[in-house]
Structure formats: C-alpha cells, structure tokens
C-alpha cells in the first residue's frame, strides 16, 4: 500500500487541473489530507462498532486488483 505522500502527486495534478494555484493550491491540498484523515477514522471507528475487520489495503487498495 502506498502511504500519503506517495499519493501528493496525484492529489496535486487534480487540483491542478480544477484550476487551484499558489497558495489556493496547498491550502486545498492540505484541506483534502485533513478530510481523507477524518473519513479514515470514521471508517475505522465504525469497523469497530459493528464487529467488522478490515484492513487499510481492502479501504484503499488499486481498484483494480479486486480488493475493493
């Protein structure tokens, strides 16, 4: 699995391309970053409420490959 930072370029290419510049561009970078973190925690907060096991690789594996 890839951490974050192996992420930023496609995180910024994104942005890049919805127009985000300068300083517009790493606020929202580090805005989305702030959010893929609560939504993680969400998702693992009710993984362990409702009994279920899973794995950071099965949340956010290649789509591809099956695993998600």
Request: hydrophobic share 30%.
């Amino acid at each position: 699995m890839k951490g974050f930072d192996n992420y930023y370029e496609e995180f910024l290419k994104d942005l890049f391309l919805e127009g985000y510049s300068g300083g517009e561009l790493l606020e929202e970078l580090r805005e989305r970053k702030e959010q893929i973190g609560k939504a993680f925690n969400l998702l693992m907060e009710d993984a362990k409420i409702n009994g279920d096991q899973t794995t950071v690789d099965k949340l956010f594996g290649d789509k591809n490959d099956g695993k998600v």
